[in-house]
């Protein structure tokens, strides 16, 4: 027996059957029971359970009338918005795969999200929208989007609304302006409003639990962001075991300002709620003063989120005058919560700030601090139904508790490999007991109760405010900037963020004085994720080598932190 297993919640089962359904399912079968209730709140709007699933529908027929078949990838690039979770259920619908992007990406970044699954259909906002169309026409004419499907966010807003659910000030410029659709060279463009007025037919769904749901793309080491291939089946497991861990029920009230289109946004709080027909008040983007008001005034019970979150809303000047007495689980993950921060929770609140571990690998969590008993600073336990190890990297066989070797993780919420990479699946899956067991990349070691702790990455990865930043990904395109002959991206202490982006670059000798490091900060912003462009460049004459001409960047990174 597992040691975590005394500290296991008494009220839940080891491991649990995951629904043969597809994810589609959980829509309607939650519109069925609860047609009335809502589903989504933005800005005071209410969406019912049963609006929901009709403009789901309406939206699958729209797809199917492009030619979106079986099996096709559709692009989903939308901000926190009702609008994403009815599109992700109409790609779902039309029995179509999700490709989620990150709306943070940039023209030059989009291109392989359109070319790399052989997309031909997106749908985003207008704000967004002419990136995307940028990256699709700078494109050869064969791999372009056929269609682009565009939505306002007053779509789903009346901008004149009142009181604690208006938008902080600061917003209205960027969510209340309807702006025009751009240009698709040689595709089709077509307004939201348009799409959802479709009344053509719709044909029925066939798509199985094994049949592919959502791609999501990580980075890695090398190059550019890899699909994960996930079934119905592998984020209907975490679907289900999230609500049953956190208590959900159709009785929850969500917070959702944790992005939908990241694996822990969209899984463990988007298809949970769905699965569970609980509520999502849904947050664009973070905010204190917006979300103090509305955890108010939506009795919200449960709050996924990131530390950092936490720490702001309680250094708001108006705390006092926010009623946080509903909250019933908060949790999230991405970064540690300073161990203040969690007494201070625990002592005003009573509530326990459970962390959780996971990857776009894994739909999520794979890891979870049970809620009865969590440990700080802690991934948690293995999750429903999962086997955790730590092994030795090299040997691949399982290390002494206590020693740190590399986490791998066995479990149905597991991804079926990397999209069109069999070589990257093969190295990332091994067998042990008869088990095939996916490879973390972390490292880390396992307590004496079972308890995960992580101690350091074997892969090369900066984690800045729960956002994952490959240097590998921000060098390849850096590299496009004229002036830059060689770039090394490492990690820098950051005392709100945990960390930041730092390059260490190499002018061509045609524009040494000519480029300074605030011209390549300003050149990043326009190419690449917010998230992604360094906080600092140092120029430098040459980078270290190694005899075979590899870039060591251990020595500039242990150089940086000392």
Same mark, same amino acid.
């Given at each position: 027996?597992?040691?975590?297993?005394?500290?296991?919640?008494?009220?839940?089962?080891?491991?649990?059957?995951?629904?043969?359904?597809?994810?589609?399912?959980?829509?309607?079968?939650?519109?069925?029971?609860?047609?009335?209730?809502?589903?989504?709140?933005?800005? #005071?709007? !209410?969406?019912? *359970? +049963?609006?929901?699933? $009709?403009?789901?529908?309406? %939206? @699958?027929?729209?797809?199917?009338?492009?030619?979106?078949?079986?099996?096709?990838?559709?692009?989903?690039?939308?901000?926190?918005?009702?609008?994403?979770?009815?599109?992700?259920?109409?790609?779902?619908?039309?029995?179509?795969?999700?490709?989620?992007?990150?709306?943070?990406?940039?023209?030059?970044?989009?291109?392989?999200?359109?070319?790399?699954?052989?997309?031909?259909?997106?749908?985003?906002?207008?704000?967004?929208?002419?990136?995307?169309?940028?990256?699709?026409?700078?494109?050869?004419?064969?791999?372009?989007?056929?269609?682009?499907?565009?939505?306002?966010?007053?779509?789903?807003?009346?901008?004149?609304?009142?009181?604690?659910?208006?938008?902080?000030?600061?917003?209205?410029?960027?969510?209340?302006?309807?702006?025009?659709?751009?240009?698709?060279?040689? #595709?089709? !463009?077509?307004? *939201? +409003?348009?799409?959802? $007025?479709?009344?053509?037919? %719709? @044909?029925?769904?066939?798509?199985?639990?094994?049949?592919?749901?959502?791609?999501?793309?990580?980075?890695?080491?090398?190059?550019?962001?890899?699909?994960?291939?996930?079934?119905?089946?592998?984020?209907?497991?975490?679907?289900?075991?999230?609500?049953?861990?956190?208590?959900?029920?159709?009785?929850?009230?969500?917070?959702?300002?944790?992005?939908?289109?990241?694996?822990?946004?969209?899984?463990?709080?988007?298809?949970?709620?769905?699965?569970?027909?609980?509520?999502?008040?849904?947050?664009?983007?973070?905010?204190?003063?917006?979300?103090?008001?509305?955890?108010?005034?939506?009795?919200?019970?449960?709050?996924?989120?990131?530390?950092?979150?936490?720490?702001?809303?309680?250094?708001?000047?108006?705390?006092?005058?926010?009623?946080?007495?509903?909250?019933?689980?908060?949790?999230?993950?991405?970064? +540690?919560?300073?161990? $203040?921060?969690?007494?201070? %929770?625990?002592?005003?609140?009573?509530?326990?700030?459970?962390?959780?571990?996971?990857?776009?690998?894994?739909?999520?969590?794979?890891?979870?601090?049970?809620?009865?008993?969590?440990?700080?600073?802690?991934?948690?336990?293995?999750?429903?139904?999962?086997?955790?190890?730590?092994?030795?990297?090299?040997?691949?066989?399982?290390?002494?508790?206590?020693?740190?070797?590399?986490?791998?993780?066995?479990?149905?919420?597991?991804?079926?490999?990397?999209?069109?990479?069999?070589?990257?699946?093969?190295?990332?899956?091994?067998?042990?007991?008869?088990?095939?067991?996916?490879?973390?990349?972390?490292?880390?070691?396992?307590?004496?109760?079972?308890?995960?702790?992580?101690?350091?990455?074997?892969?090369?990865?900066?984690?800045?405010?729960?956002?994952?930043?490959?240097?590998?990904?921000?060098?390849?395109?850096?590299?496009?900037?004229? $002036?830059?002959?060689?770039?090394?991206?490492?990690?820098?202490?950051?005392?709100?963020?945990?960390?930041?982006?730092?390059?260490?670059?190499?002018?061509?000798?045609?524009?040494?004085?000519?480029?300074?490091?605030?011209?390549?900060?300003?050149?990043?912003?326009?190419?690449?994720?917010?998230?992604?462009?360094?906080?600092?460049?140092?120029?430098?004459?040459?980078?270290?080598?190694?005899?075979?001409?590899?870039?060591?960047?251990?020595?500039?990174?242990?150089?940086?932190?000392?």
């Amino acid at each position: 027996m597992r040691p975590h297993f005394k500290f296991w919640p008494s009220r839940l089962p080891h491991a649990i059957t995951v629904p043969a359904t597809s994810l589609w399912h959980n829509l309607a079968i939650s519109a069925l029971r609860y047609p009335d209730k809502p589903a989504t709140v933005f800005f #005071g709007a !209410v969406l019912t *359970w +049963a609006q929901l699933k $009709a403009a789901a529908e309406r %939206l @699958a027929a729209r797809l199917q009338a492009l030619g979106v078949a079986k099996g096709d990838r559709v692009l989903l690039n939308l901000q926190n918005t009702p609008q994403l979770i009815v599109a992700h259920f109409a790609i779902l619908r039309a029995d179509a795969v999700v490709v989620p992007i990150n709306p943070m990406n940039r023209a030059e970044e989009l291109k392989h999200y359109i070319t790399d699954p052989d997309a031909r259909v997106a749908i985003t906002s207008a704000e967004l929208a002419g990136e995307l169309a940028a990256a699709s026409n700078a494109l050869p004419a064969g791999q372009r989007l056929a269609h682009l499907i565009v939505t306002q966010y007053t779509d789903a807003f009346d901008a004149a609304v009142p009181g604690e659910d208006a938008p902080p000030e600061a917003w209205r410029d960027w969510l209340l302006p309807r702006r025009p659709l751009p240009v698709l060279d040689g #595709g089709q !463009v077509q307004a *939201w +409003a348009d799409a959802l $007025a479709f009344d053509g037919p %719709l @044909a029925p769904t066939t798509v199985g639990s094994q049949d592919l749901s959502v791609l999501p793309y990580t980075s890695g080491t090398t190059g550019l962001p890899k699909g994960c291939m996930h079934t119905h089946a592998s984020i209907m497991h975490n679907a289900v075991a999230c609500t049953l861990w956190g208590n959900g029920s159709s009785e929850t009230v969500g917070l959702v300002v944790v992005p939908m289109f990241h694996i822990t946004g969209m899984v463990a709080v988007m298809h949970a709620a769905v699965y569970a027909g609980a509520t999502m008040v849904l947050m664009p983007r973070w905010d204190r003063e917006l979300a103090g008001r509305l955890i108010s005034r939506w009795k919200v019970t449960a709050w996924a989120n990131i530390p950092t979150m936490v720490i702001d809303l309680l250094a708001s000047p108006n705390f006092a005058s926010f009623d946080l007495s509903s909250l019933k689980a908060i949790s999230g993950g991405g970064a +540690a919560m300073p161990q $203040a921060v969690a007494q201070r %929770l625990f002592e005003v609140y009573g509530l326990r700030y459970a962390e959780g571990y996971g990857l776009t690998e894994t739909a999520a969590p794979s890891h979870q601090n049970p809620l009865e008993h969590p440990k700080q600073q802690c991934l948690g336990i293995p999750f429903m139904s999962t086997d955790a190890r730590v092994v030795d990297p090299d040997t691949l066989k399982e290390v002494p508790q206590g020693e740190t070797g590399e986490i791998v993780i066995h479990g149905p919420e597991v991804f079926q490999g990397y999209w069109k990479r069999p070589d990257a699946t093969e190295a990332a899956f091994f067998e042990l007991e008869g088990k095939r067991f996916f490879r973390s990349g972390d490292l880390g070691r396992v307590d004496e109760d079972g308890y995960f702790f992580i101690t350091d990455r074997l892969k090369r990865m900066i984690n800045a405010s729960g956002f994952k930043v490959w240097p590998a990904e921000v060098e390849a395109l850096m590299f496009k900037h004229p $002036a830059i002959q060689e770039a090394c991206v490492i990690g820098t202490r950051d005392a709100y963020r945990g960390e930041s982006v730092k390059a260490v670059v190499v002018l061509r000798a045609t524009h040494q004085g000519q480029v300074s490091e605030q011209d390549i900060i300003d050149w990043c912003r326009e190419h690449m994720a917010a998230y992604k462009v360094p906080r600092a460049v140092q120029f430098a004459d040459a980078l270290p080598k190694s005899g075979s001409g590899k870039v060591m960047w251990r020595l500039l990174q242990e150089k940086e932190t000392g």
